[in-house]
């Protein structure tokens, strides 16, 4: 019951988004703000992802915060899910942090999802690479290696979490994912980890 009271009035916009250099999609496709489900839905199965590199995420938080519709005194959420974040220390790092502290400041929180079970070991191929300390760091950080492939977040998907005053949290399993779009929508993201989802 007190779920069903916190859901009403609750709309849902959707972005796609794929590589930087992508040509079939050079701008982040957008769906506006709608409580219609069936047409959200729809639109979703048109989307088709392909490619790999380089996500376009700046591209799609800026899309988020300029191209939906937010409502004045609703609670405003931006969930961005991905598996690749700009490279550390370049121009495009610096303007997705910037943008997730943009939406911070025009009340809007910004959440990370990293969602890939693989994301961990390219990211820690390249670490490895440029900074072996770095790479001993994060191993150090998640313990195990089990922990590393389930719960691995792209420190630049926490560093856009912290500035757009969200949680990053990171899964390769579908429901989680469908967990987290929920406490994050929903606002009950407080507990370390809401609620498990029903078979």
């Known amino acids: 019951q007190s779920l069903a009271a916190n859901i009403v009035g609750y709309r849902d916009a959707n972005g796609a988004f794929r590589t930087r250099d992508d040509k079939e999609m050079r701008e982040p496709a957008v ?12 639109w979703l199965e048109g989307i088709r992802a ?29 969930v961005l899910i991905g598996d690749e974040g700009p490279t550390p220390g370049s121009s495009e790092h610096t303007r997705f942090i910037s943008l997730a502290a943009e939406a911070k400041s025009a009340g809007i929180v910004v959440n990370t999802i ?3 079970r693989t994301a961990w070991l390219y990211y820690m191929n390249w670490v490895r690479n440029t900074d072996t300390a770095e790479a001993d760091r994060i191993l150090a950080r998640y313990e195990s290696l089990e922990n590393l492939k389930d719960t691995f977040r792209i420190p630049t998907f926490e560093e856009a979490a ?5 949680r990053a949290v990171g899964t390769g399993d579908t429901r ?24």
């Open 162 to 166: 912290a500035a757009g005053g969200g």
């Open 114 to 116: 990293t969602a890939s």
């Open 31 to 42: 769906r506006d703000l709608t409580s219609d489900r069936k047409q959200l839905s729809e």
């Open 176 to 199: 989680d994912i469908v967990k987290w779009l929920l406490a994050f929508g929903l606002g009950t993201e407080d507990s370390e980890d809401p609620a498990e989802m029903p078979p």
């Open 50 to 78: 392909s490619g790999g590199g380089e996500e376009a995420v700046a591209d799609a938080l800026d899309c988020a915060l300029r191209k939906v519709s937010w409502s004045k005194a609703a609670r405003k959420v931006i």
